[in-house]
């Protein structure tokens, strides 16, 4: 396998790892997966450090809605520094008891190279669309 078709599954293996992480709230894997100096950006607004990352994926926990992620057409590129840019989608599917809503949008993020693992160095979260379906059941 060539070094860029090996950046590629590693990347790939990461953000199904996060999206598995957000869908289980494992805040103890999500945490594992940031560097210590991570950036969140989410609705245009962003914020430095590991406390306010972990801030965003508490409020989901703490929701205590069924969620469902996935993340497609990545596009990984060498960024400033040493480290990868990152452009991929997302759709997100929250069950909701009165409705499901599909979360629709973009990420644009950075990874670092850290203790032999990836890990996310700025997480830019762009929500696109947020669409209200009908609710759903098991």
């Given amino acids: ?10 990347v790939a293996r990461l953000y199904a790892e ?3 992480a957000v869908d289980d ?3 103890v894997a999500l945490r594992a997966m940031v560097a210590d100096d ?3 950006t989410r609705g ?7 406390e306010e990352f972990m801030a965003v994926y508490r409020g989901v926990v703490d929701a205590g809605v069924p969620c469902q992620h996935s993340v497609t057409a990545l596009l990984v590129d060498a960024a400033e520094g040493g480290g990868l840019r990152v452009r991929a989608y997302f759709r997100a599917l929250f069950f909701d008891v009165g409705e499901t809503r599909l979360v629709v949008g973009r990420y644009d993020d950075e990874l670092v190279e850290a203790d032999g693992r990836l890990r996310f160095a700025h997480k830019r979260n762009l929500v696109e669309r947020v669409v209200a379906l009908p609710a759903s059941a098991i």
């Fill in 1 to 10: 396998m060539g070094r860029q078709a090996e950046i590629e599954q590693r």
């Fill in 18 to 20: 996060y999206a598995r």
């Fill in 25 to 27: 709230g494992d805040l």
């Fill in 38 to 40: 991570v950036v969140i």
């Fill in 44 to 50: 245009g607004e962003t914020f430095p450090g590991v």
